[in-house]
């Protein structure tokens, strides 16, 4: 499944994680994320040897989109662990949304996996792969890319929501 690309656009409901990509897009209460993956590769043009990057190269850029709010695109690098975002003082990034919960959402940064988005918040903040406390209103992604349909997938559009039943 994927947007069309016309009208309100796709998204579907975080389940779990979810692997950002450059130019990923989060729909959470009336704000919307938008994620670039900035490259922190110098070229070297004495080397004729090609590497391959790994998510460790790319600083994660995050741009928020809220009502009449503008707010400065905010830079984070691998080494920072997890960032939650909310109404909460106490989240790293503070979003004036009253639809939002005080986490809404967490991204992650793991070696093995790159950057992650999880809805909600850990329940223990000392480990941020253990479980997750949900936010009342869900984090969503636009389907910019090609994604599996799954038995109990939430999507919307607009203001209508869909449920997938596999039969």
Known sequence: MKDLESGYGTFVKI???YQLSNESLINIGDSYIVVSMMSNLKEDTNSKQQT???SQDFT???RIFSGKNCYEPIDFI????SITFGRSSKCDVVINDTILSR?????IYTDDEGWMIMDGHPK?????TGEFESSTNGTWVYLSRDTQVFDGMILK???T???CSLV
Do not use: A, E, M, W
């Open 124 to 128: 223990n903040p000392n480990n941020i």
């Open 15 to 17: 389940s779990g994680r």
């Open 103 to 107: 986490i809404q959402c967490t991204i």
């Open 52 to 54: 391959k990057p790994s």
């Open 78 to 81: 691998p080494t920072k662990k």
């Open 157 to 159: 559009t607009n203001h």
């Open 161 to 163: 929501l869909f449920q």
């Open 60 to 62: 994660l850029n995050i």
